[in-house]
């Protein structure tokens, strides 16, 4: 989806003195990925350390434990989703459904050890997808901030969430590591004892590992955003035509025609043409 916005406004050419109309083209681009993950992963699945823990599926959790598990597994789990629809917004990965098989014995939250080849593959299922995303582990830690705006002061409560996520590549059984850091800020209002229900904490902890997740997928793979391009549409007529084909999104159309351009005597003209390449 592109949007053109007819109003017109004045970007200073540093070739030549003077001013040129410009237009502003609004459009739905990929916003490229922070880290480049190898092109022979195509497939992926997201899960965390504890759906595959296999303590609360033995009933091995009793009382207070059994509670902080759930808790905690709720919280988590807002991480996982929030990195799926990520990875499902972009088209770099076909993102399948992970096959949980509580098989993993031990503490769920030690993520100091890898998981097992056997955990990886029982979750690849068969035919295998070409690697599983982990989140291995998490931490929070949240402040109270006071911020002052307009002469009022209100609170805003901050979550720094730190997230440890591990790719497991099942062609050549190679992990890859990644430490990331996210924040939430969340508006309390004039009081600052408002956040103190146990109930709004719980659910601004799983905004932030949604937000964690989320920025998580974005940065392994691309995503759709809005971009802004300016160009300069007025020339001759061949010039203003490849504006009306940038408009029309036939970027090599309009691209072919401007080349010609780039290298003639008008220094404006050839300004103008060299912007827009």
Partial sequence: MKRYLTFIFLVPLLLQTGCYPAFKLELDGLEPAEITIP??????????????????????????????????????????IGCADALIASPRFEVYDPIIRRSLVGDF???????????????????????????????????????????WIYYQLDIIVKTYWRIYRLAQYSVSDYLFTDTLHAYIGEDANLIVSTENKL?????????????????????????????????????????????????????????????????????????NM
């Fill in 39 to 80: 092109s022979a992963i195509k497939t992926i699945s997201v899960l965390s350390r504890v759906d595959v823990d296999s303590l609360y599926k033995d009933g091995k959790l009793q009382n207070g434990k059994k509670a902080s598990f759930e808790r905690d597994s709720s919280i988590v789990k807002q991480g996982i």
């Fill in 109 to 151: 939250s030690d993520g100091s050890q890898l998981l097992p080849w056997s955990v990886i593959r029982a979750v690849a299922g068969v035919p295998p997808i070409d690697a599983v995303l982990s989140l291995e582990y998490s931490e929070f830690r949240d402040t109270v901030v006071a911020r002052r705006a307009d002469g």
């Fill in 203 to 275: 659910s601004l902890l799983k905004q932030a590992l949604y937000l964690a997740g989320e920025n998580t997928g974005r940065r392994l793979a691309p995503y759709w955003t809005d971009l802004e391009r300016i160009y300069f549409p007025f020339g001759n007529k061949e010039f203003s035509l490849a504006g009306k084909y940038m408009r029309d999104g036939e970027w090599k159309a309009a691209a072919e025609i401007w080349n010609r351009y780039t290298p003639v005597r008008s220094k404006p003209l050839a300004a103008r043409a060299c912007f």
